[in-house]
């Protein structure tokens, strides 16, 4: 798997995973049943528990990760030749400098 397989990949299984976690019965499940919802959510995706543990974690937590996911589709638009290493850093800088000037 190249670099931006895997960064589609990543955020596809995490989209999967959030898309999953937001549900009512599963929140319920969390609530009610904390270990029953961990494993249920480990066996929806094993492989992506196994090579991202704490995403993982945070994601069935439902923390925000939508800094990553940008990260992850600038280095796509990187693999694909659509920016430079320097437009990435600066890319993902902005973004940084714009959510923590919105996390104040």
Do not use: C, V
């Not at 670099?3 to 955020?11: L, P, T």
């Amino acid at each position: 798997m190249n670099k931006e397989e895997n960064a589609k990949s990543i955020i596809e299984t995490s989209n999967l995973l959030q898309t999953l976690s937001e549900q009512h019965e599963m929140m319920e499940l969390q609530r009610d049943k904390p270990t029953e919802y961990e494993t249920m959510m480990k066996e929806i995706a094993p492989d992506f528990y196994k090579r991202f543990p704490t995403l993982f974690q945070l994601i069935i937590d439902r923390k925000d990760i939508g800094m990553m996911h940008e990260i992850l589709k600038g280095h796509i638009d990187h693999s694909r030749g659509n920016l430079n290493t320097e437009q990435l850093e600066e890319r993902i800088g902005k973004k940084m400098a714009n959510a923590m000037y919105e996390f104040k």
